[in-house]
C-alpha cells in the first residue's frame, strides 16, 4: 500500500571536484552555497541532545583521523573556511555519529560472467532524509575515487583508479558502539585514498583502530575479493574477520555469517536474510552466465524477491543501487529504487562540476512489520 501524503522530493547531485584536498572542500562548500545553502547547517549543527567538542578534544580526533586519513581535515578545513565556521563545528567533528544503513553488497567473479568481467554490486535503504552527494573526487597526489558521501569527506561506498571497490552494510546496528577509533565512513575514504588491492586494505584495516559494526566488501582488479566482517561492542570484544568467496560469488546484507562472529550476531532481523537468501540463490541460478543485463535485473527485483525495497518512512527504501565494472574501472548507479527509475553511467575523468537528479519512488506501508523485523 502506497503512503504518498506529503511525500517529499528525492534529488540527488553529482558533485566531481579536483584540486588539492583543502580546494575540494572548498569547492564542496561552494555548490552548497551556490545550490543548497539550506544545506549547510546539517553540517554545522550538533545531533539532538549533543553539543560541539570542546577544542582539545576535537584536536585529538583530527589528528587520528588525519594518522589514518591523511588530507581529510585538510577536505574540512576548506569546507569550514568557505562556509566561515571553525572546523571542530563541522558535523564529522562535533558529533559521535552512528548510521544505520541497511544494504545489500555482492561481488561475481569473472569465472561467473558470460562476459569475463568482474562486477561488484551494491544496494542502499534507508530514510529518504539522507546525504544523496555522488562524489567523482581527483585531489592531487591521491587516485581519483568515485563515490557516495557521508559526514562529507567520508565515503560509505567507492571505486578508485586502481579498480579497488570498497562497500559496506551495517550490522548490529542497534547495538552501541564503544571504545575508540575511526567510523566506517572514515575508513572506506582512507581505503580508497591509500590502497590498489584487497591485500593493502586488509593491511591498513588491521592497522588503523576501526569502531564500528559493518561488513565491509572489498574487491579489486586483480580479481580479488573479501568480506571483512567488524564488531565493535567494547574497548574488551572487538573482532575483524575475513570472510572470502564461495564459488567465486560473495554477499553480504545486514548480518554476519562467519561462524567466528557468530557471538557478535544480534539484531539480525528476517528482511536481512531474505534479502541475502534471495540474491545469492539468484546468483547461484545464473552463474556462470551472469552479465550486466541480469545484475540490474537482479537489483530492480522487489523484496521479498530481490533487494529493491520502498519502504522509506520504515528506513528500508532504495536510494541507490550501484554495479561497479572492476574490470573495465566503470560505475553505473541508478539513483532511487531501480525498478522506478534509469541507470546512469559514470567514470573517473567527468568535467568538473555538479548535475542534479530527480527521481520517482513510491513509499510503501510494510505489510507485516512484525515478520519483516523479527529477530532471527
Request: aromatic share 12%; net charge negative.
Amino acid at each position: 500500500m502506497e503512503n504518498s501524503d506529503n511525500k517529499e522530493p528525492m534529488i540527488f547531485d553529482i558533485l566531481v571536484t579536483e584540486g588539492t584536498h583543502y580546494e575540494v572542500g572548498k569547492q564542496r562548500a561552494i555548490t552548497f552555497k551556490e545550490h543548497y545553502p539550506e544545506d549547510i547547517d546539517y553540517y554545522i549543527t550538533p545531533m539532538e541532545g549533543q553539543d560541539f567538542l570542546c577544542p582539545s578534544e576535537a584536536h585529538k580526533r583530527m589528528m587520528m583521523i588525519d594518522k589514518i586519513c591523511p588530507g581529510f581535515t585538510e577536505e574540512i578545513q576548506g569546507f569550514a573556511d568557505e562556509i566561515n565556521t571553525e572546523p571542530e563545528k563541522i558535523l564529522c567533528y562535533a558529533n559521535s555519529f552512528h548510521t544505520a544503513p541497511n544494504c545489500c553488497q555482492f561481488a561475481v567473479l569473472p569465472s561467473n560472467t558470460s562476459d569475463g568481467h568482474f562486477y561488484v554490486g551494491r544496494s542502499y535503504e534507508y530514510f529518504v532524509r539522507d546525504e544523496r552527494s555522488l562524489c567523482i573526487t581527483r585531489v592531487k597526489g591521491k587516485p581519483k575515487h568515485m563515490g557516495f558521501s557521508l559526514q562529507n569527506a567520508g565515503r560509505m561506498d567507492g571505486m578508485n583508479e586502481h579498480g579497488l571497490v570498497v562497500t559496506m552494510s551495517s550490522t548490529a546496528y542497534l547495538k552501541p558502539l564503544e571504545g575508540h577509533g575511526c567510523e566506517f565512513w572514515i575508513a572506506i575514504r582512507a581505503l580508497l585514498d591509500r590502497c590498489k588491492d584487497v591485500y593493502e586494505a586488509r593491511c591498513l584495516l588491521e592497522e588503523m583502530h576501526v569502531c564500528t559494526n559493518a561488513n565491509i566488501l572489498v574487491a579489486d582488479a586483480s580479481n580479488n575479493a573479501s568480506i571483512f566482517e567488524i564488531a565493535s561492542f567494547s574497548s574488551h570484544k572487538k573482532k575483524i574477520t575475513e570472510r572470502k568467496p564461495v564459488g567465486d560469488l560473495i554477499l553480504a546484507t545486514n548480518h554476519y555469517v562467519s561462524n567466528e562472529m557468530q557471538e557478535f550476531d544480534e539484531y539480525h532481523f528476517w528482511h536481512s536474510e531474505m534479502r541475502y537468501t534471495a540474491v545469492w540463490n539468484t546468483l547461484l541460478r545464473e552463474a556462470p552466465n551472469v552479465d550486466h543485463e541480469k545484475i540490474m535485473n537482479l537489483m530492480s527485483t522487489k523484496y521479498p524477491f530481490g533487494p529493491c525495497c520502498h519502504f522509506y518512512s520504515s528506513g528500508m527504501g532504495t536510494l541507490r543501487s550501484m554495479i561497479f565494472d572492476v574490470t573495465d574501472k566503470k560505475l553505473k548507479v541508478n539513483f532511487g529504487p531501480p525498478d522506478m527509475n534509469e541507470w546512469h553511467s559514470f567514470d573517473f575523468d567527468e568535467p568538473v562540476g555538479i548535475q542534479e537528479v530527480v527521481c520517482n519512488y513510491e513509499d510503501v506501508i510494510i505489510d507485516d512489520p512484525d515478520q519483516f523485523w523479527r529477530e532471527m
